[in-house]
């Protein structure tokens, strides 16, 4: 397990204290220190701020590990102005219905208390320090401690496996839910003669003639969330059949594992 010195609970916390103490920091003025702490992490640990937009929204980083050349996803950050109230974020429309059935390893923050989850369920909490006198945050034994140990584990977390039908099944319906509020926010966005208002129109004419967008937009929702499952299933399948140039059609093709 990877460990952070105290020393780089030290730099961290003075940069905090420094852009803290001038008075017109925001969330922003922090993530530089906030970057420093992950990647303090070790060598090959990157960390990196506002990354590219994935399905589910834009959290502040996503942290990644290198291994011969390539980078790994380990998992995300979301961080809230120093003091926040991370309860009450937590069941945020953001976090509780978007990122937490999305994002498999994900650390809620306010640069000095930590919330950790895996698979959607809180695992962690942890406060790095204290506000002390002229109102400066000051580094506990116990913070350090934990929160590094925090860290240690957040970056150990393996890739998500599912093991029953029943974790399957959440996570299916988790994606579905975040596809359906997606596809309705993108319906409501577009014009008249948009994709998915010409998709919308297609299904009443040909499938259901009564049909709402709400149900349009789980409809479609559940129809991708099925056919990325299926095309899944059946990977190996097409793996087999693929063929080579010249094989007749159909004719199943060994294993090139084996």
């Not at 916390?13 to 001038?22: P, R």
């Not at 995300?76 to 937490?100: F, H, N, P, T, V």
Request: hydrophobic share 35%.
């Amino acid at each position: 397990m990877v460990h952070l010195r105290r020393e780089v609970f030290e730099r961290y916390i003075k940069s905090v204290n420094d852009a803290y103490l001038k008075g017109d920091a925001t969330e922003h003025t922090y993530r530089p220190a906030m970057q420093g702490l992950v990647e303090g992490l070790g060598e090959n640990v990157h960390a990196t701020n506002e990354p590219s937009r994935i399905r589910c929204g834009a959290p502040d980083f996503v942290v990644t590990r290198s291994r011969y050349g390539n980078h790994q996803t380990v998992g995300y950050i979301e961080c809230k102005d120093l003091g926040a109230d991370l309860r009450k974020i937590e069941k945020s429309e953001q976090i509780k219905k978007r990122y937490l059935p999305s994002l498999h390893n994900m650390i809620l923050t306010d640069y000095v208390k930590f919330r950790w989850y895996v698979g959607g369920e809180l695992r962690e909490t942890a406060e790095l320090a204290r506000e002390g006198a002229g109102g400066k945050f000051v580094l506990s034994d116990e913070g350090v401690e934990r929160v590094g140990e925090m860290l240690g584990q957040f970056m150990n977390v393996g890739v998500e496996r599912i093991g029953s039908s029943k974790e399957l099944a959440k996570r299916l319906g988790g994606m579905t839910r975040l596809m359906r509020e997606i596809i309705k926010q993108t319906f409501e966005k577009e014009s008249e003669k948009g994709s998915l208002h010409g998709q919308f129109d297609a299904f009443r004419k040909v499938l259901l003639h009564d049909l709402g967008e709400d149900e349009f937009a789980d409809m479609y929702a559940q129809t991708i969330a099925y056919g990325l499952f299926a095309a899944r299933c059946h990977i190996n399948d097409v793996a087999a059949y693929g063929g080579k140039k010249g094989r007749a059609e159909g004719e199943k093709v060994s294993d090139p594992l084996n």
